[in-house]
């Protein structure tokens, strides 16, 4: 199976990047936060590449073998996943996020030239506009606590321009991603050719870590991923 790493450099920052599969490239999968990095889509990813489906996958700033020379935000999280989508892939694309890379998901999604069909959110977050700059951090934090603040999600006043597909995976068990946030994506998703909601049930938040160990689950989801509903 085809593998290359490399690095890109965005802004201030070296980003440990890498494609799995062969050409075309047109899917990138995003990791989320805490002590994630692109190890742990691995295992989805390499099913992916046995249905055919080549992928890239970066490890943010500040996670797995990528600097942090300065705070990240998900600003910051935004131009990396922007350069590794520009570099890497090719169009028509499938972006994949994960927890916190939901957002960045969507919104690369809303930027019509990066011509993105289908977005897949598994457990995937939104966040209040005005955390969009902050860096990581208790003002970041702060913004996060103001009860239900991802109701005023500015991606979901950007998801108004978008007109591919959505699938967004929602884990019944999930205590940390609010179940209406998919709702909420669905609803100001009125523009969008297909928007699904699948949930799991007996599922909780470490979904990544599930679908290591669980071939029928990471079967499943690939296929989600590669062959998106109709």
Not at 185 to 196: F, G, I, N, Q, Y
Request: charged letters at 20%.
């Amino acid at each position: 199976m085809s593998f290359t790493s490399f690095s890109l450099q965005v802004d201030d920052e070296c980003v440990a990047c890498d494609v799995l599969g062969a050409s075309p490239v047109q899917t990138l999968v995003l990791h989320g936060a805490g002590q994630s990095s692109r190890q742990r889509q691995q295992p989805l990813r390499q099913t992916l590449a046995d249905l055919g489906c080549a992928s890239a996958a970066l490890d943010f700033s500040g996670h797995g073998a990528s600097t942090s020379h300065q705070p990240a935000s998900l600003e910051k999280r935004l131009e990396q996943a922007q350069a590794l989508l520009d570099h890497a892939t090719t169009g028509p694309r499938t972006v994949v996020g994960v927890s916190m890379g939901g957002e960045i998901a969507l919104r690369l999604a809303c930027r019509a030239q990066n011509q993105i069909t289908h977005v897949v959110t598994i457990v995937g977050a939104i966040y209040d506009g005005s955390a969009f700059a902050l860096p990581f951090g208790p003002a970041f934090s702060a913004a996060l606590r103001r009860h239900e603040s991802w109701r005023d999600a500015e991606v979901l006043q950007l998801l108004a321009t978008y007109t591919g597909r959505l699938t967004l995976v929602r884990a019944l068990d999930d205590a940390v991603i609010p179940y209406d946030v998919a709702d909420l994506v669905r609803d100001h998703a009125r523009a969008s050719r297909h928007c699904c909601i699948v949930d799991l049930p007996s599922v909780d938040h470490r979904i990544s870590e599930r679908c290591a160990n669980d071939h029928a689950l990471r079967h499943w989801l690939a296929q989600l991923i590669a062959n998106p509903p109709a």
